[in-house]
């Protein structure tokens, strides 16, 4: 017993020629609960901001995410297409983000902010690590919608028929990573954030994030079809497991210097 794809449309809504699509919303959705929750955060704990760093807190936040997940689409997945139609490098609404590259923005973007206002960086990351697993959680959800990025095929009774996978019964891997990356480490993080210990202790929430986010990714790509452009590097090994193996050991190496720093 196998589930039929949902065929849901897309784009969400369509007012004339404006078309606003899952996608984009979902971004959009992410951005302005993790700004809502990081303010009543920043009131609640005392954390040192103010509303006008806030407001350019975002601002960097989303300009990594936008320019670093476009950015490392293109240079770890779309091999020779991007140089022989440079102009799509800015169609970011005809898909195509890598979540890794999309960290890495973000990471610059606050280590700028961080310089700026003099704020510590592994507690900017810590704060803003929080609800990273929103945006997560709502992106693949319309990767699902998307009919894209779905799992290997397999027998088990919810494997689901995607249209693009060529209706052969497949895990709904995007599902998988929804519940894993997005849930569960919310989940854990905010568990965490509540110990007073952690919070004064800047980066385990940061380093805590990154080793959940790659143990995840790690499992959930022997689930997931690798993308067709790149198939497998060697074995049954995936260009997202070579990409997190760093984010892993900067993760292991964040959490053993935050331990032991007195703060």
């Given at each position: 017993?196998?589930?039929?794809f949902?065929?849901?449309?897309?784009?969400?809504?369509?007012?004339?020629?404006?078309?606003?699509?899952?996608?984009?919303?979902?971004?959009?959705?992410?951005?302005?609960?993790?700004?809502?929750?990081?303010k009543?955060?920043?009131?609640?704990?005392?954390?040192?901001?103010?509303?006008?760093?806030?407001?350019?807190?975002?601002?960097?936040?989303?300009?990594g995410?936008?320019?670093?997940?476009?950015?490392?689409?293109?240079?770890?997945?779309?091999?020779?297409?991007?140089?022989?139609?440079?102009?799509?490098?800015l169609a970011?609404?005809?898909?195509?983000?890598?979540?890794?590259?999309?960290?890495a923005?973000v990471?610059?973007?606050?280590?700028?902010?961080?310089?700026?206002?003099?704020?510590?960086?592994?507690?900017?990351?810590?704060?803003?690590?929080?609800?990273v697993?929103?945006?997560?959680?709502?992106g693949?959800?319309?990767?699902?919608?998307?009919?894209?990025?779905?799992?290997?095929?397999?027998?088990?009774?919810?494997?689901?028929?995607?249209?693009?996978g060529?209706?052969?019964?497949?895990?709904?891997?995007?599902?998988y990573?929804a519940?894993?990356?997005?849930?569960?480490?919310?989940?854990?993080?905010?568990?965490?954030?509540?110990?007073?210990?952690?919070?004064?202790h800047h980066?385990?929430?940061?380093?805590?994030?990154?080793?959940?986010?790659?143990?995840s990714?790690?499992?959930?790509?022997?689930?997931?079809e690798?993308d067709?452009?790149?198939?497998?590097?060697f074995?049954?090994?995936?260009?997202?497991?070579?990409?997190?193996?760093?984010?892993?050991l900067?993760?292991?190496?964040?959490?053993?210097?935050?331990?032991?720093?007195?703060?």
């Amino acid at each position: 017993m196998f589930i039929d794809f949902p065929n849901i449309s897309p784009v969400a809504f369509a007012i004339g020629p404006f078309q606003l699509r899952w996608y984009a919303l979902a971004y959009l959705i992410g951005i302005l609960s993790a700004w809502f929750l990081t303010k009543r955060n920043i009131d609640k704990y005392k954390l040192g901001l103010t509303s006008a760093q806030l407001d350019d807190l975002v601002f960097y936040t989303t300009l990594g995410i936008i320019l670093g997940g476009r950015l490392g689409y293109v240079l770890f997945y779309g091999k020779t297409y991007f140089w022989h139609h440079p102009a799509e490098i800015l169609a970011v609404w005809h898909g195509g983000m890598s979540f890794h590259g999309g960290i890495a923005g973000v990471i610059l973007a606050l280590y700028y902010f961080a310089k700026k206002y003099m704020f510590p960086f592994l507690k900017i990351t810590d704060i803003v690590a929080l609800y990273v697993p929103i945006g997560i959680f709502l992106g693949r959800l319309t990767n699902f919608i998307n009919d894209e990025l779905w799992g290997r095929v397999t027998t088990v009774p919810w494997a689901v028929k995607f249209p693009s996978g060529g209706y052969m019964p497949r895990h709904p891997s995007q599902i998988y990573e929804a519940l894993s990356e997005g849930v569960l480490m919310f989940i854990i993080l905010n568990l965490l954030w509540k110990k007073e210990f952690v919070r004064s202790h800047h980066g385990v929430i940061s380093a805590v994030f990154l080793i959940i986010y790659t143990l995840s990714r790690l499992c959930m790509e022997f689930f997931r079809e690798p993308d067709e452009q790149i198939g497998f590097i060697f074995g049954q090994v995936t260009l997202g497991q070579l990409l997190s193996i760093p984010f892993l050991l900067v993760g292991g190496y964040v959490l053993i210097k935050s331990l032991r720093k007195k703060n």
